[in-house]
């Protein structure tokens, strides 16, 4: 059973199969007496369970101290005396001092734990929202652009929409779909505070107006359903553990009608020669290092599939190919640079690979850059693109 309470800022909810009382919106009262219904609906909730109860705060955007202090006395007063239960509050980092704050609960009773959502949910998102990620990301859209300007065209997206940049990372992708389709809205949304920052840094730089960066989680979004008629999703299906939650998410904001465009790799099909089996056996290689911390760099061509489960109709999917030999071939080389500095750095250091490990692999990066720069050398990175249609 689920009942759900709304004021006008904030609800809450009591799923009872769940033992779980969630709150959502903006919690800001002047003063404790206005949140009394919430309270004694919690109270109530408590009453008729044992075992582990959870306080789900992760969805508040909003929360001032007035209601942290009658939130954290509540919870202490719950636990007291009941041998029979525990609570368990889940945070989220959207409210940032709130993991903190309520951690000291932890401190004051062996009967509460605390967690934040976001740290647990991301296996691999310490290695995307590092700030050394920002140059990854960078050197990629560059080489990127001009490959996707076009084919934003024929996927449908066109000046005066409303649109939706989700997972944004450091918001280039976002200045340039600004610059070049000028949609009436654009919303751009990641998880990354430092690259949100960044994101914020460069539009104010540059004088770039209209982009609302935002701060969330593409899994859970706090945007509403259909509101957009273009969504992108670029590079990001593929870092998430469970890529179905961020496309249903993708699903939901598009407007009827509306389309999703969603960008991934297959890095195993990285290629270059000379060096061509060196290069072969590191990207198998990067495969297995993403799967570790269960992300799958893979996804390309499963893009339709995924999309095709979504719900999506007219699936169009297709891929390019970066190269060496598109532009500057420095421009390439400085993208596997980038690569080899994270995934044969920081990231195997992590998984614990060996050094011999750890020699070869870079090699790998080494020899793509060599093919790269190579007078008569080529090398590839190729990318797929999917875009689907929310049924009307
Ligand atoms: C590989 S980067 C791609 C960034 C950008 N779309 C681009 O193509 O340059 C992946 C991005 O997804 C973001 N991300 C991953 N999971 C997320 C989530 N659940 N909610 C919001 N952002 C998320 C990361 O913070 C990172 O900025």
């Not at 734990?113 to 050394?132: I, M, N």
């Not at 997206?157 to 990372?169: E, R, S």
């Not at 890529?243 to 998410?249: G, R, S, V």
């Not at 509306?258 to 270059?272: A, F, P």
Request: charged share 25%.
């Amino acid at each position: 059973m689920i009942a759900e309470k709304t004021t006008q800022a904030f609800q809450w909810t009591y799923n009872e199969n769940d033992q779980e009382f969630a709150l959502h919106g903006s919690l800001r009262p002047q003063n404790a007496e206005e949140l009394s219904g919430c309270i004694s609906e919690l109270e109530h909730s408590v009453a008729n369970v044992s075992g582990k109860f959870y306080v789900n705060v992760r969805r508040l955007v909003r929360m001032n101290n007035v209601a942290f202090q009658a939130f954290a006395c509540k919870i202490l007063d719950l636990v007291h005396g009941r041998s029979d239960l525990n609570v368990h509050v889940t945070t989220s980092s959207v409210v940032g001092w709130a993991t903190r704050k309520f951690a000291v609960l932890e401190t004051m009773s062996d009967k509460i734990t605390v967690s934040e959502y976001d740290s647990e949910f991301y296996p691999g998102q310490s290695f995307v929202e590092d700030s050394e990620f920002i140059h990854v990301l960078r050197t990629q859209t560059k080489l990127t652009w001009h490959h996707e300007k076009d084919l934003l065209r024929k996927h449908g997206l066109k000046p005066g929409m409303q649109v939706a940049d989700i997972c944004c990372g450091i918001g280039d992708f976002a200045v340039l779909m600004q610059k070049e389709f000028s949609p009436d809205r654009l919303v751009a949304l990641d998880h990354s505070k430092s690259s949100l920052d960044y994101a914020r840094q460069v539009a104010a730089d540059f004088g770039i107006k209209g982009i609302d960066y935002v701060f969330g989680d593409a899994a859970d979004m706090l945007l509403e359903d259909d509101q957009f008629d273009f969504v992108t999703c670029r590079h990001s299906l593929q870092v998430f553990d469970r890529p179905e939650l961020i496309l249903k998410e993708l699903f939901r904001i598009c407007k009827p009608g509306g389309r999703v465009y969603v960008s991934n790799e297959k890095n195993s099909h990285c290629l270059g020669e000379p060096r061509g089996e060196s290069i072969q056996w590191t990207y198998n290689e990067v495969a297995k290092l993403w799967h570790h911390f269960d992300m799958d760099i893979e996804i390309g061509p499963k893009s339709r599939r995924l999309m095709l489960e979504g719900g999506f109709e007219d699936v169009t999917i297709g891929s390019f190919m970066v190269t060496s030999t598109d532009g500057d071939p420095q421009g390439f080389a400085d993208v596997i640079a980038s690569w080899k500095n994270l995934f044969a750095g920081k990231m195997a250091s992590e998984r614990g690979d060996d050094a011999a490990f750890v020699e070869r692999f870079a090699k790998g990066f080494d020899d793509h850059i060599f093919a790269a720069l190579h007078p008569k050398g080529y090398a590839g990175w190729p990318i797929w693109v999917a875009s689907g249609r929310k049924p009307l």
